[in-house]
Nanobody, 117 residues
Framework: QVQLVESGGGLVQPGGSLRLSCAVS????????IGWFRQAPGKEREGLSC????????YYVDSARGRFTISRDNAKNTVYLEMNSLKPEDTAVYYC??????????WGQGTQVTVSS
């Protein structure tokens, strides 16, 4: 059974940091590109960052570049999103997504991140 389970969300003050984890099971992580997305209340889901399945190259949208870092540990079947200098506008549910070259894709259930003083 394929599963993606996000964790590491919570309440953090502006300027703080969090590290999100996406633990996968049921498939081989190194065959999948992994992306992090978020969805704030009343807004559409937006992509933040992704990491490739082959050479580990990474991509960030402007709002994440310089503050967020995506990484993967294939041995642990886990992908991380390190988030620094968090702002209230980063408040959202954060999701991880896996997709392979055959367009097989999977979503996690999400983890809530709230940035507030």
């Amino acid at each position: 059974q394929v599963q993606l389970v996000e964790s590491g969300g919570g309440l953090v003050q502006p300027g703080g940091s969090l590290r999100l984890s996406c633990a996968v099971s049921g498939f081989t992580l190194d065959h999948y590109a992994i992306g992090w997305f978020r969805q704030a209340p009343g807004k559409e889901r937006e992509g933040l960052s992704c990491i490739s399945s082959n050479d580990g190259s990474t991509y960030y949208v402007d709002s994440a570049r310089g503050r967020f870092t995506i990484s993967r540990d294939n041995a642990k079947n886990t992908v991380y999103l390190e988030m620094n200098s968090l702002k209230p506008e980063d408040t959202a549910v954060y999701y991880c997504h896996a997709e392979n070259v055959y367009a097989h894709d999977y979503w996690g259930q999400g983890t809530q991140v709230t940035v507030s003083s």
